[in-house]
């Protein structure tokens, strides 16, 4: 079985997987890491959401021996201030969408600190919520203090 | 002293009645407005473990030595197993056991839709027990299917006899009414899809099974595997803290969870069962299709002097026929009323409650009914509501109905239709609707819960209930910190195990908060009563000169402050145990929740593309407990609302039966970008005859009025009347042309006419 | 395999079947260079390049999801299959060599309004539609092509949609210059949706061409706006002839 080195949330970690493994499973099944959630398998709900290098990718669909680059879940993320912000305006119910709506908030704050309600609602929308979290969300990211 | 009585209960609109034992005197309801902690937003508080991602739900669990199971499903509509043969599976790499029909509940020889559970096999991975799928050999026999609702109905092939209702002379009022208006109205299957699949992780200990499941009701989960099972109800224990949504969905035990069970008692290993998105979509239960042949007939003033409708649900296989004729039955003072109610069984992946079962439905053919009437009789809309508003269900007074404030409140966005219209262009139409709504919610007995005090002045309320997402968690730990007068962060809510906590009802139906959280007031009045019973010995007062409040034990007359801790740090180890039960609900009175949605909309007349610009949500619910979970209901509610007006369907082809819309890139739920600007607001005030809380649940009223409220924007904006949903642009185009070629008969009628 | 947003769900049911994926990251050109762009180039980097015509822009812009756009490669989206349920739920059809068209028989409300006799399904691309407008040339390993090239009408005799050869590789794009370009999209929710009828149309000059997304099986040049008289809808499908005409309309005085 291969091995494979992957940095996530700013460590080194080495983990044996077959080729195929997606970077979801990885880091749920091989790393302990669940707070990244599955919650389709194919790309459509971006539940599954992490970072790569910053950038907003969706893990069920990422080959694992194809990243390239510093992987950050939601488990890095858990002292931003947009954590504090979602809980602050109430934006999550059930929670299961919630990790990838905040890694994806992340990466477009990273880029724009102060984004418009447009620019949530384009760079948002790949994440979907089922519960309708939707204005509590957008309340968050138009309100945190980063 | 234990009384034992009878009493009715109410779930999602059905009724039953049930034993009920009563234990202590009725508390009296807190005065209307925001108190110390009730009334006032409380962030969740299991937010932060939720938002970073440590919650740990269902499908984040994993035990040593835990087996995968994949699920054999029929690709026919309906077909017999008649030889099923699992050796060539059985010897695949990393399979441990496999079950066929009749091995466990779910899992059925007769196969009624295209996804029907037969079969399942446990491996070491998923995907090795999707492999093994392929190697089971099954000799099918195909039977004959019936896909067509209609067809259903005319060979009588029902899932219940019709259901007829009749008051008054339905068709002498018809005969004598000044204005008739009549109408076919469609809505179309709708899935669910929470955002966790289905799922359960089943575990033997010893004699004792423990269930991991994605559910809404611990207890009815209890009871159903101890039945299914042949086992004592507490051997079986039931474990849900964090499920990622149920909608209705997740009521029952489901076939992955009877055979997890049963492969985990052959195999010993543990093992999950979770259903695949495409899985979730194909067979995980809908809100099943309708069609409504619907009848009014007014008096030129106005008045409402008959309802008639035809109602056919397209229930599939099995379920439930739902109450599509209640808002016709029960919005309206009308006295003529005839409905008649059909279940069609058709051999389609059966129904399963979806907020609101039957109103949402109901309540489009209804309210878009209403609307056309008071267009043709050229009375305002909400005029048209408030002259036929209901006194009583039928003869029944309401425990309390807070319509009339509603439409009240809402007034001030009906007067924005000028303002909205005026912004109409060329290609561009906008315009406003509105519709309202009657409910259930009045949960009802059983529910239990304790409250436990340390010597540390911490409180724990103890229940086994299950937070869907709705927030009960934090509503019930501010009704034990108002009624025990202690700060809301010294209360933690310990639930979602069966094994640790006393019943508590499904989380459906809106029930929650109107059947828990009295149970909660009541467990937080005793350990009250307790703790002021011990002061008063300690410090030589009279306990009615004793409160609590802030954490710290006060005299009347000032002289006595004393930090809870402090009077209770003596007890070291002791605790304080108290503890309450749900009592009955009003005899002999509707308990109903109500509302107005108003919705804006604007409609480019050239392709069909429909935009829900604003939602103004009134509704009345009894007293809120926290108003900032309280919205987020609503606008959860008429988000999915929104998904159900425009752009969810789940379709079938024709030929097979067979699910086409699979993922959820192809079943159309809304994204951020989808969403109104949403305005809620809530009459809030408590229910006098309902519990010590006047509280009536929030989880559904929000999603029953927003599709006619759409609807009849379209109408205000366009003149075309949609009578399907969802309204895709096939169908706004066909609208709009439908309204224009009347517009041009009634044109050439004008000019022929001179 | 690029971004593998098309290739991993495929291999996953089963489509696509391999022993060996081929990462060819290291290997195809990334990056807008003039007229120059990379295949490997993608949407997102696309969508917020000042230096790419509008209707390419606007194309990756309203594609996709934001997550799927910083995955996808414009190369990749070049060559995605058709989201036809019948295709993806691995129903016998045409594409798949069977002999029937499922679609036409059954829920088609979709699919093509043009050249959908043999085979209904619409082709889902925004951005080859927004490339055929604007006139794109292809550079592949083995030769240079006008886009219009890549594709072909599946037929008895061979049921692919796309015409590359094996081991050929779409490396880079090349664009020549528009005067004006616009790229409008009727999809069935605001954002995160294929198109029900997208239409590119870009001026050169008094050239205008117009090219539309999710009508036929390839993305479709049209033939001016009359060109919409000679669609041939199934009975579900007529309604996007209609927005069809509407948004050709509006594109057309966009880039007048």
């Known amino acids: 079985m291969p091995e494979l080195a992957l940095t996530v949330n700013g460590e080194s970690r080495t983990v044996d997987a077959p080729v195929g493994t997606s970077l979801a499973q990885l880091l749920r099944e091989h790393l302990g890491l669940t707070g990244t959630k599955i919650a389709c398998d194919e790309g459509h709900c971006g539940a599954c959401t992490v970072q790569i290098d910053g950038v907003p990718r969706l893990s069920c669909i990422t080959l694992a021996h194809m990243v390239d680059g510093d992987v950050t879940t939601i488990e890095g993320l858990r002292e931003h201030p947009l954590i504090d912000a979602f809980v602050r305006a109430d934006a999550v119910q059930c929670g299961f969408c919630t990790p990838g709506q905040v890694v994806s908030a992340a990466a477009l704050v990273a880029a724009n600190p102060q984004p418009t309600a447009d620019e949530i609602r384009h760079h948002m929308a790949g994440n979907i919520c089922r519960c309708g979290t939707y204005p509590r969300i957008e309340e968050a990211i138009l309100k945190w203090q980063g | 002293m234990a009384r034992l009585i009878r009493t009715e209960k109410e779930v999602e609109g059905r009724f039953e009645e049930i034993w009920l034992v009563i234990e202590e005197d009725p508390l009296q309801q807190w005065p209307a407005g925001p108190r110390d902690v009730v009334g006032r937003p409380a962030t969740r508080q299991d937010g932060p473990q939720r938002v970073r991602g440590e919650a740990a739900y269902t499908s984040d669990l994993q035990l040593p030595g835990m087996l995968h199971t994949a699920i054999l499903r029929s690709p026919f509509a309906h077909a017999r197993v008649n030889r099923i043969d699992f050796a060539a599976a059985l010897a695949l790499p990393g399979v441990r056991g496999a079950l066929g029909p009749g091995e466990a509940t779910g899992l059925d020889e007769e196969a009624g839709y295209v996804g029907a559970p037969v079969a399942a096999v446990a491996a070491d991975t998923f995907a090795q027990a999707r492999a093994a799928l392929d190697a089971i050999a099954v000799d099918w026999e195909e039977l004959e299917a019936v896909l067509d609702p209609h067809e259903a109905v005319a060979r009588e092939i029902f899932t219940a006899p019709p259901t007829r209702y009749e008051r008054g002379d339905f068709e002498r009022a018809l005969a004598e009414a000044d204005v008739v208006v009549e109408g076919t109205y469609r809505t179309s299957v709708v899935l669910h899809n929470s955002m966790e699949t289905h799922q359960a992780v089943c575990e033997w200990v010893g004699d004792t099974l423990n269930v991991y499941i994605s559910t809404q009701y611990i207890w009815g989960i209890r009871a159903e595997i101890a039945e299914a099972l042949e086992m004592p109800a507490d051997k079986v224990r039931v474990v849900c803290e964090f499920m990622g949504g149920g909608f209705g969905a997740k009521n029952g035990a489901g076939e992955y969870t009877f055979a997890a069970a049963e492969l985990a008692r052959r195999t010993g290993r543990p093992v999950r069962c979770a259903l695949t998105r495409r899985e979730e979509n194909a067979a995980a239960g809908n809100r099943n299709a309708t069609i409504q042949k619907l009848t009014v007939g007014a008096r030129s003033d106005g008045t409402i002097v008959a309802f008639g409708g035809e109602f056919v649900n397209a229930v599939g296989w099995s379920g439930w026929s739902t109450m599509t004729e209640g808002p016709m039955k029960m919005l309206y003072a009308c006295d003529n009323v005839r409905t008649v109610r059909y279940g069609a069984k058709i051999n389609t992946p059966p129904m399963k409650a979806f907020r609101a079962p039957g109103f949402v439905e109901g309540t489009f053919g209804l309210e878009c009914l209403v609307d056309e009437l008071a267009a043709k009789l050229e009375l305002d809309p909400l005029e048209l509501r408030r002259l036929n508003y209901a006194e009583s269900n039928d003869g029944t007074p309401y425990s309390s109905k807070g319509l009339a404030a509603c439409y009240d409140l809402a007034q001030k966005h009906w007067d924005r239709r000028d303002e909205v219209r005026a912004r109409s262009g060329s290609t561009w139409k906008h315009g406003v609707g509105m519709a309202s709504q009657i409910w259930f919610g009045g949960g009802g007995p059983p529910s239990y819960a304790w409250t436990r005090v340390g010597s540390d002045g911490r409180v724990a309320v103890v229940t086994a209930m299950q937070d869907i997402g709705t927030g009960t968690r934090t509503v019930m730990a501010q009704i034990c910190a108002e009624e025990l007068g202690v700060p809301l962060d010294r209360v933690e809510v310990v639930l979602g195990d069966s094994a640790r906590g006393p019943y508590a009802t499904l989380s459906a139906g809106s029930s929650t908060v109107p059947s828990v959280g009295p149970a909660v007031r009541a467990a937080a009045a005793d350990a009250k009563r307790q703790i002021v019973e011990i002061a008063a010995q300690r410090y030589d007062l009279e306990e009615r000169v004793l409160d609590i409040r802030g954490g710290v034990i006060v005299s009347a007359d000032g002289n006595l402050s004393v930090p809870l801790e402090e009077l209770l740090g003596v007890l070291g180890d002791a605790q304080i145990l108290g503890k309450g039960a749900r009592g009955p609900n009003p005899t002999g009175m509707s308990v109903n929740t109500f509302g107005v949605q108003v919705a804006e909309v604007a409609v480019d007349i050239e392709t069909g593309e429909v935009r829900v610009v604003r939602v103004a949500a009134v509704h009345d619910v009894g007293r809120i407990i926290n108003p900032l979970g309280a919205r987020s209901q609503v606008e959860g509610g008429i988000i999915q609302g929104v998904g159900h007006s425009l752009s969810e369907q789940r379709l079938l082809d024709p030929k097979t039966g067979r699910v086409l819309t699979t993922t959820l890139e192809s079943y159309r739920m809304p994204t951020i970008a989808d969403v109104p600007e949403i305005v809620c607001e809530f009459v809030d005030l408590p229910d006098e005859h309902l519990t010590s809380l006047g509280s009536k649940g929030l989880g559904e009223p929000p999603i029953v009025p927003t599709a006619a409220a759409i609807a009849n924007a379209i109408r205000d904006a366009t003149g075309a009347d949609v009578h399907e949903l969802p309204i895709t642009r096939e169908e706004m185009l066909r609208a709009l042309r439908e309204a224009e070629q009347r517009a041009n008969a009634g044109a050439k009628e004008t000019v022929a006419a001179r | ?256």
């Open chain 3, 1 to 256: 395999m690029h971004g593998g947003t098309e290739v991993v769900p495929l291999l996953r049911d089963g489509i696509l079947e391999g022993d060996t994926l081929v990462d060819v990251r290291g290997i195809v050109p990334r990056g807008v260079d003039g007229a120059r762009v990379g295949a490997g180039t993608t949407l997102a980097e696309l969508a917020a390049s000042e230096d790419v015509p509008e209707a390419l822009r606007e194309a990756c812009r309203l594609a996709a999801s934001p997550q799927l756009r910083t995955m996808s490669s414009v190369g990749g989206n070049l060559l995605q299959s058709t989201r036809c349920w019948y295709w993806r739920l691995k129903y016998p059809c045409r594409l798949h060599g069977g002999d029937v068209c499922h679609a036409r028989e059954g829920e088609h409300r979709e699919h093509a309004i043009f050249a959908n006799d043999f085979c209904a399904s619409a082709h889902p691309s925004d951005v080859a539609a927004a490339l055929l407008a604007l006139g794109a040339r292809l550079r592949t390993n083995r030769r240079e092509l006008p886009l219009e090239e890549l594709y072909r009408l599946p037929d008895e005799g061979d049921r692919t949609t796309t015409a590359l050869a094996p081991g050929e590789l779409i490396l880079e794009l090349e664009l020549p210059p528009a005067d004006a370009s616009v790229y409008l999209k009727a999809m069935d929710r605001q954002r995160w949706a294929f198109p029900q009828v997208g239409v590119a149309v870009a001026r050169s000059g008094g050239e205008v061409r117009i090219a539309l997304a999710g009508v036929a099986p390839v993305p479709w040049l049209l033939d001016g706006p009359g060109g919409l008289d000679s669609a041939t809808p199934l009975p579900r499908t007529a309604w996007k002839v209609e927005v069809a005409r509407a948004l050709v309309r509006r594109a057309l005085e966009r880039v007048a």
